[in-house]
């Protein structure tokens, strides 16, 4: 019974999960087409623009006339008015009426025309509101996939630095054993080493929780081995000459998703306004009819004025009628009914007006924000290369005098704690660059990618 259960347990994770293949390196393009692909929200944001769509074809359906067929039966006792023979009879009778009806709407203040022009741009607002959710993702795969880049470089540096005090501690050992060092010396390596263990774990645990993320973002099975694709150095180019901020800022207020969603749902509030306003107008629709009845007592004979039985389909013949029939309603009072809301449209539209402008000013803050931190990246990026030239070439004067017994311990380690936050600030810096460009190329239409 166990065993059965394990295999349910497996079989669930495997239809929850999209397990990409265990060992296959997984490149930031692919990680963002897995997530695409996956991702819940995306799905309920296709979901509402396929509801939006439904609603535009029943908006282009309005112009069609309605029709309808109907029939009832029914059965009479006692003394009844037979409506078929025109006679009171004193016995059970049985009717039925049979018929067909339709109606158009030839005039309705435009509100069908101006319900479809809302509905049609509704759906060109979902649209949009889904490829903003598609940005939203690659957003977040992006920043997730390199920061899991930054974390596996902090390990290979983290890594290096005990490498090289193990090493101190070997040679730290051969002298001790030799007399030339004192416990001292040894326990204090041996001290930083530990700490060097503990600060290895500590990025081994990042790397783990944010693979954990990664895998949440994506929808993937959370304990899979995955290989992260470095991106090739030469194709990282860390420079400040990119394309300027205000031509960035005009393409994105013209494109971006997220503004064109704004735009529509103006125009959708616009119409809406419109159709809401068509309720002050008269309506005029044409209604036709065509039917027949059936009764048990016969038909009237128009020559001796009395019921003759009659077949049903022949009574169904004979007692055929049309009818065409024009309706005109006006408008008078409905309790303010229409004004209020013609009212709440048009603040509806006044909102949509002003979130179009709030969407605006904060894409641009974010664009500003963005191309500053590139700014800003790449300076430190250039600084810190600087620096860490300098500190490499302190540390290996260090290394020599302390190996050669003129520097003592402490002046070592700090001067390698100097040159390892130096090359993790690199890293940063680095990687910084990377996520806050690739969002800049974002915002200029172009395809996240190494």
Same mark, same amino acid.
């Given at each position: 019974?166990?065993?059965?259960?394990?295999?349910?347990?497996?079989?669930?994770?495997?239809?929850?999960?999209?397990?990409?293949?265990?060992?296959?390196?997984?490149?930031?393009?692919?990680?963002?087409?897995?997530?695409?692909?996956?991702?819940?929200?995306?799905?309920?944001?296709?979901?509402?623009?396929?509801?939006?769509?439904?609603?535009?074809?029943?908006?282009?359906?309005?112009?069609?006339?309605?029709?309808?067929?109907?029939?009832?039966?029914?059965?009479?006792?006692?003394?009844?008015?037979?409506?078929?023979?025109?006679?009171?009879?004193?016995?059970?009778?049985?009717?039925?009426?049979?018929?067909?009806?339709?109606?158009?709407?030839?005039?309705?203040?435009?509100?069908?025309?101006?319900?479809?022009?809302?509905?049609?741009?509704?759906?060109?607002?979902?649209?949009?509101?889904?490829?903003?959710?598609?940005?939203?993702?690659?957003?977040?795969?992006?920043?997730? @996939?390199?920061?899991? &880049?930054?974390?596996?470089? /902090?390990?290979?540096? %983290?890594?290096?630095?005990?490498? #090289? $005090?193990?090493? !101190?501690?070997?040679?730290?050992?051969?002298?001790?054993?030799?007399?030339?060092?004192?416990?001292?010396?040894?326990?204090?390596?041996?001290?930083?080493?530990?700490?060097?263990?503990?600060?290895?774990?500590?990025?081994?645990?990042?790397?783990?929780?944010?693979?954990?993320?990664?895998?949440?973002?994506?929808?993937?099975?959370?304990?899979?081995?995955?290989?992260?694709?470095?991106?090739?150095?030469?194709?990282?180019?860390?420079?400040?000459?990119?394309?300027?901020?205000?031509?960035?800022?005009?393409?994105?207020?013209?494109?971006?998703?997220?503004?064109?969603?704004?735009?529509?749902?103006?125009?959708?509030?616009?119409?809406?306004?419109?159709?809401?306003?068509?309720? @002050?107008?008269?309506? &005029?629709?044409?209604?036709? /009819?065509?039917?027949? %009845?059936?009764?048990?007592?016969? #038909? $009237?004979?128009? !020559?001796?004025?009395?019921?003759?039985?009659?077949?049903?389909?022949?009574?169904?013949?004979?007692?055929?009628?049309?009818?065409?029939?024009?309706?005109?309603?006006?408008?008078?009072?409905?309790?303010?009914?229409?004004?209020?809301?013609?009212?709440?449209?048009?603040?509806?539209?006044?909102?949509?007006?002003?979130?179009?402008?709030?969407?605006?000013?904060?894409?641009?803050?974010?664009?500003?924000?963005?191309?500053?931190?590139?700014?800003?990246?790449?300076?430190?990026?250039?600084?810190?290369?600087?620096?860490?030239?300098?500190?490499?070439?302190?540390?290996?004067?260090?290394?020599?005098?302390?190996?050669?017994?003129?520097?003592?311990?402490?002046?070592?380690?700090?001067?390698?704690?100097?040159?390892?936050?130096?090359?993790?600030?690199?890293?940063?810096?680095?990687?910084?660059?990377?996520?806050?460009?690739?969002?800049?190329?974002?915002?200029?239409?172009?395809?996240?990618?190494?």
């Amino acid at each position: 019974m166990l065993k059965i259960h394990k295999h349910i347990f497996i079989f669930c994770l495997s239809c929850v999960f999209t397990l990409p293949i265990l060992g296959q390196k997984i490149s930031l393009e692919k990680a963002i087409s897995i997530a695409l692909e996956n991702n819940l929200q995306l799905r309920q944001s296709e979901l509402s623009e396929q509801t939006s769509e439904a609603a535009l074809l029943q908006s282009k359906m309005s112009y069609l006339p309605s029709i309808n067929g109907n029939w009832s039966g029914s059965r009479s006792f006692g003394t009844t008015f037979d409506n078929v023979t025109f006679s009171r009879v004193q016995q059970a009778t049985n009717n039925s009426f049979t018929g067909v009806s339709g109606s158009i709407t030839l005039f309705n203040g435009l509100s069908n025309y101006n319900n479809y022009k809302q509905n049609q741009y509704s759906v060109q607002a979902a649209q949009q509101a889904t490829r903003r959710a598609e940005n939203d993702v690659i957003t977040n795969v992006a920043l997730i @996939y390199l920061q899991l &880049l930054f974390d596996q470089e /902090n390990i290979r540096v %983290s890594k290096d630095k005990l490498s #090289i $005090l193990e090493q !101190q501690l070997s040679r730290k050992q051969k002298e001790f054993d030799v007399g030339r060092a004192t416990t001292a010396d040894l326990y204090n390596l041996k001290s930083q080493i530990a700490t060097e263990k503990l600060n290895l774990v500590n990025q081994e645990n990042a790397f783990l929780r944010d693979q954990m993320r990664f895998s949440q973002e994506l929808l993937i099975d959370p304990f899979g081995a995955y290989d992260f694709e470095f991106p090739d150095p030469r194709s990282i180019k860390i420079s400040a000459d990119m394309t300027p901020l205000q031509e960035i800022n005009t393409y994105a207020l013209q494109h971006m998703p997220e503004i064109k969603e704004q735009e529509f749902r103006i125009l959708s509030s616009q119409y809406s306004l419109r159709r809401t306003k068509a309720s @002050y107008y008269p309506t &005029l629709n044409l209604t036709g /009819n065509v039917g027949s %009845s059936y009764s048990s007592n016969g #038909i $009237l004979d128009i !020559q001796t004025f009395r019921p003759v039985q009659t077949p049903y389909f022949e009574q169904l013949d004979r007692n055929l009628n049309q009818s065409l029939s024009l309706q005109l309603n006006v408008p008078i009072f409905n309790r303010l009914s229409s004004r209020i809301q013609v009212r709440n449209a048009s603040i509806a539209y006044s909102q949509a007006q002003l979130q179009y402008t709030i969407t605006q000013n904060a894409l641009s803050q974010k664009i500003q924000q963005a191309w500053l931190d590139v700014v800003t990246a790449v300076n430190k990026y250039k600084a810190v290369q600087e620096q860490l030239i300098a500190l490499v070439e302190a540390y290996k004067m260090a290394s020599a005098r302390y190996d050669a017994g003129a520097l003592d311990f402490y002046s070592f380690n700090e001067s390698l704690n100097n040159k390892t936050k130096a090359e993790s600030d690199l890293l940063q810096a680095k990687y910084d660059f990377l996520f806050k460009s690739k969002i800049l190329d974002l915002y200029q239409g172009r395809q996240i990618k190494f």
